[in-house]
């Protein structure tokens, strides 16, 4: 971490000698930096980062530059709890990303902008938002993300509760599961997919054992476009 942080700012330095040449690569290391400061859980000094590299993405009419230092503000924002702050930073980050064309951070900031959705208590929302990442994801052919969309859904799902919700919530499960298991994909550190693990008892009785499992084979069975495919049609709105 130290010969990390003394190449990052022996980077810095360099830069500024520069000048005005070197900015791209100066807000770059200014990212870099902030990331090193948020591991140290300096949080502060990692916002105060992050914001002078948008500054600059901002002044050089970097679109998918400044897209990317304010979703990863957004993401600080949300990480503190603030809710509000995180949702304005990456409503912003998704128009600089879509001036950009760029397909995945629109899909993951519009994944973001569901999961803070979801976290106010706004599960209409949240669901818009999921079914506007999924279909990025689809195309792209990313199962990652993708499945982290595909389990989100399904969270929404079983936080809405009705009997119905959770049937379809436990198919699409279990097609998110098997996904990121035949593609190799992580699970840990997937909060709607570890929320869900945690209710599966739960769940298991209320839907009864035999009706649980068949409704996971169900998704089990879906290969990757079906799964999207069942997942939107379960999600379409009136």
Avoid at 36 to 57: N, T
Avoid at 88 to 115: D, P
């Amino acid at each position: 971490m130290l010969e990390a942080d003394a190449y990052l700012q022996e980077s810095l330095e360099i830069c500024l000698e520069i000048g005005p040449a070197a900015e791209p690569l100066l807000a770059s290391v200014l990212v870099s930096r902030s990331i090193q400061a948020l591991v140290r859980k300096d949080f502060e000094s990692g916002i105060s980062l992050m914001k002078e590299s948008l500054k600059i993405r901002r002044a050089l009419g970097d679109p998918g530059g400044t897209a990317n230092s304010l979703a990863m503000l957004g993401e600080l924002a949300s990480s503190l709890g603030n809710l509000s702050e995180a949702r304005a930073f990456w409503l912003e980050a998704l128009e600089f990303a879509k001036i950009a064309g760029e397909k995945r951070i629109t899909a993951i900031i519009v994944g973001s902008l569901g999961e803070v959705s979801e976290k106010m208590g706004a599960f209409d929302e949240a669901l818009n938002f999921y079914t506007q990442s999924l279909p990025i994801a689809q195309k792209l052919r990313d199962y990652y993300l993708a499945g982290i969309n595909l389990f989100a859904l399904a969270s929404v799902k079983v936080s809405q509760g009705s009997g119905t919700d959770v049937e379809e919530a436990i198919k699409i499960f279990g097609a998110a599961k098997t996904l990121h298991r035949k593609y190799g994909a992580r699970l840990s550190g997937i909060g709607n997919y570890e929320e869900i693990e945690r209710k599966i008892p739960s769940l298991r009785e209320s839907l009864g054992e035999e009706f649980f499992e068949a409704a996971y084979a169900e998704g089990e069975a879906m290969d990757f476009d079906q799964a999207v495919a069942f997942a939107l049609s379960q999600t379409e709105f009136d």
